[in-house]
T-cell receptor, first 114, second 113 residues
Framework: DVKVTQSSRYLVKRTGEKVFLECVQDMDHENMFWYRQDPGLGLRLIYFSYDVKMKEKGDIPEGYSVSREKKERFSLILESASTNQTSMYLC?????????????FGAGTRLSVL | KNQVEQSPQSLIILEGKNCTLQCNYTVSPFSNLRWYKQDTGRGPVSLTIMTFSENTKSNGRYTATLDADTKQSSLHITASQLSDSASYICVVSGDDSNYQLIWGAGTKLIIKP
């Protein structure tokens, strides 16, 4: 079974702090994604990565950056956390694109910025 | 504007009953449509994927339909169980690369004993 592990289930941070969210997958997937999920809205793509050291902006990249130094690990960085970044963050991975290729998700990190 | 609209927003039914969730989309071009199940506090899990040429796909008690002409999909759940309580999310991809997926807001389904 594919396993996508997010390092923290819950995080509480203060405004202005630098925040690291870590995601690791164990299936040698090329593609990895970071989303945020807010009540009443669909998942919104923050960043994705085609492969190691490759990254592309999604729909809402402002205030975020990412790092993919190893194939299995994709990190989301909040350079200076703000209250409007309080959200559920979901990481996903999948093999190279194809119409039938599905994304596998981690359990999510619920981040509260005070 | 590419959009995915789901209805109802929430639904409560008794255990053992059937239900149907709706998804309307305005994504163009169209590549495929997926239904995901998301349990509370968990990430989404894929239920079905349908391409343009597929109009029905089943996964156990879940049956998804797709009408590409009217741009509508439905997810029918038969003989509901308490474990079906979750959010069900419709997702549409406009291209085969699937890098940009358009996510619906989901339908929250509650099954009562």
């Amino acid at each position: 079974d594919v396993k996508v592990t997010q390092s923290s289930r819950y995080l509480v941070k203060r405004t202005g702090e630098k925040v690291f969210l870590e995601c690791v997958q164990d299936m040698d997937h090329e593609n990895m994604f970071w989303y945020r999920q807010d009540p009443g809205l669909g998942l919104r793509l923050i960043y994705f990565s085609y492969d190691v050291k490759m990254k592309e902006k999604g729909d809402i990249p402002e205030g975020y950056s990412v790092s993919r130094e190893k194939k299995e690990r994709f990190s989301l960085i909040l350079e200076s956390a703000s209250t409007n970044q309080t959200s559920m963050y979901l990481c996903a991975s999948r093999r190279t694109p194809g119409s039938k290729n599905i994304q596998y998700f981690g359990a999510g990190t619920r981040l509260s910025v005070l | 504007k590419n959009q995915v609209e789901q209805s109802p927003q929430s639904l409560i039914i008794l255990e053992g009953k059937n239900c149907t969730l709706q998804c309307n989309y305005t994504v163009s071009p169209f590549s495929n449509l997926r239904w995901y199940k998301q349990d509370t506090g968990r990430g989404p899990v894929s239920l079905t994927i349908m391409t343009f040429s597929e109009n029905t796909k089943s996964n156990g008690r879940y049956t998804a339909t797709l009408d590409a002409d009217t741009k509508q999909s439905s997810l029918h759940i038969t003989a509901s169980q308490l474990s079906d309580s979750a959010s069900y999310i419709c997702v549409v991809s406009g291209d085969d690369s699937n890098y940009q997926l358009i996510w619906g807001a989901g339908t929250k389904l509650i099954i009562k004993p």
